[in-house]
């Protein structure tokens, strides 16, 4: 409940919010997207996969919802954009390289550039 560490990211109603950090009764009547609303064809799903953007899973979700979300704003990012952009998520494994790459190579499927 106090934000930390990015886990528990989903998007409402079109934010990225740490659900950790949500009352409830702010939550009602409003649209929330996890990763389990996403297809195993995503773009962001399989640059992950791609990637080996993940080792124990406990972040992976999170880390998805922050980049759809990361990305939504900044279509094309730089390695360094996404490395401060996706600052509020933490992984204990440390994949963090291969996160980034998963993000980038996201933005490259949607047209995006990085450099």
């Given at each position: 409940?106090?934000?930390?560490?990015?886990?528990?990211?989903?998007m409402?109603?079109?934010?990225?919010v740490?659900?950790?950090t949500?009352?409830?009764?702010?939550?009602?009547?409003k649209?929330?997207?996890?990763?389990?609303?996403?297809?195993?064809?995503?773009p962001m799903v399989?640059?992950?996969?791609n990637?080996?953007?993940q080792?124990c899973?406990y972040c992976?979700?999170?880390?998805?919802?922050?980049?759809k979300?990361?990305?939504?704003?900044?279509?094309?990012?730089t390695l360094?954009?996404?490395?401060?952009?996706?600052?509020g998520?933490?992984?204990?494994?440390?994949?963090?390289?291969?996160?980034?790459?998963a993000?980038?190579?996201?933005?490259?499927r949607?047209?995006?550039?990085?450099?």
């Amino acid at each position: 409940d106090r934000g930390t560490c990015g886990a528990c990211t989903v998007m409402m109603g079109g934010k990225v919010v740490y659900s950790c950090t949500v009352l409830a009764v702010d939550a009602q009547g409003k649209d929330i997207q996890t990763l389990e609303g996403f297809a195993p064809t995503d773009p962001m799903v399989q640059a992950f996969v791609n990637n080996d953007a993940q080792q124990c899973g406990y972040c992976t979700p999170g880390f998805v919802m922050a980049s759809k979300g990361f990305l939504a704003k900044h279509p094309k990012p730089t390695l360094e954009d996404v490395k401060e952009g996706l600052g509020g998520n933490l992984c204990r494994c440390g994949t963090y390289m291969g996160i980034r790459k998963a993000v980038l190579e996201a933005a490259n499927r949607s047209g995006g550039r990085n450099g």
